[in-house]
C-alpha cells in the first residue's frame, strides 16, 4: 500500500541552501505549516547527522500552525568542486486524539501511517563583487542621503563668505584710496609725526589685505573638503 501524502507544507519544498564561508556553523532555516485540523508528529532526519545540528528536530505542530526548524551546519573544509550528497528527510504522521508518548507513538505507527518529504543540500560560496557590493552599499546610501542637507549648507556658508571677502575687498579698496590721499599729504609735510603716521596707515591696509586673503583660502579650504567627503 503507497504512502499517504505529506499534509506539512515544506519551505522550501525541495533545497536547502547554505552561504558560506564555512569557517563558522551556517544556519538554514526549515519552516514546516501544517494546514490540517488534526496536530501532526513529524522528525527530521540527515544522512550527515554527524555534520549538522538540527532544532528542534522532532516535536508536534498544532492544527493550523507553523514551527521554524534551524539546520547548523558544522566548520568544514571548503571544495567547491566536491558536490554535496547530503539529504534531509521529513517524516510525519497524524498524532493520535490519545497520544501520551510520543515515542511510542513513532514505534508503534504502520508503514501506510508515515509521510516524508526528502530535501537535497546545497553549499554556495559568495562572489567576490558580492563582497564589494555589500561593503560599498551602505557608504554610498549614506553619502547620498546627505547630499540633500549638507549641499544646501555649504552653498549658504560659501555665498556668506564671499560676501564677507567681497566686503574686505571693498574696505581694502577704500584704505588704499585713503592711503595713497595721506602719501601725497606726508609727502608736503616732511616731518617725523606724519612718517610715522604713514607707517601705520601701511600696516592697517597690509592687515587687512592678509585678513582678506586668510578668509578666501578658507572658503576654499571648506568647498574643497566638503566635495571630498
Request: with cysteine; hydrophobic share 35%.
Amino acid at each position: 500500500m503507497a504512502r499517504p501524502e505529506q499534509v506539512l507544507v515544506l519551505e522550501p519544498q525541495h533545497e536547502l541552501k547554505f552561504r558560506g564561508p564555512f569557517t563558522d556553523v551556517v544556519t538554514a532555516t526549515l519552516k514546516l505549516t501544517n494546514p490540517t485540523e488534526r496536530n501532526v508528529c513529524f522528525k527530521v532526519k540527515t544522512t550527515a547527522p554527524r555534520r549538522y545540528c538540527v532544532r528542534p528536530n522532532s516535536g508536534i505542530i498544532d492544527a493550523g500552525s507553523s514551527i521554524n526548524v534551524s539546520v547548523m551546519l558544522q566548520p568544514f573544509d571548503y571544495d567547491p568542486n566536491e558536490k554535496s550528497k547530503h539529504k534531509f528527510m521529513v517524516q510525519s504522521m497524524l498524532a493520535p486524539y490519545d497520544m501520551t508518548d510520543m515515542e511510542g507513538v513513532w514505534k508503534e505507527a504502520k508503514p501506510e501511517e508515515l509521510m516524508d518529504s526528502k530535501l537535497r543540500c546545497t553549499f554556495e560560496m559568495p562572489l567576490e563583487n558580492d563582497k564589494t557590493t555589500e561593503h560599498s552599499a551602505l557608504p554610498k546610501s549614506a553619502s547620498a542621503s546627505l547630499d540633500d542637507g549638507e549641499v544646501k549648507k555649504i552653498m549658504e556658508e560659501c555665498k556668506r563668505l564671499q560676501m564677507e571677502v567681497q566686503r574686505l575687498r571693498e574696505e581694502n579698496k577704500q584704505i588704499r584710496e585713503d592711503d595713497g590721499l595721506r602719501k601725497r599729504k606726508v609727502t608736503s609735510m616732511a616731518t617725523p609725526h606724519s612718517a610715522m603716521a604713514t607707517s601705520v596707515v601701511r600696516d592697517e591696509g597690509l592687515s587687512t589685505r592678509v585678513l582678506a586673503f586668510c578668509v578666501l583660502f578658507f572658503v576654499i579650504g571648506v568647498i574643497i573638503g566638503k566635495l571630498v567627503l
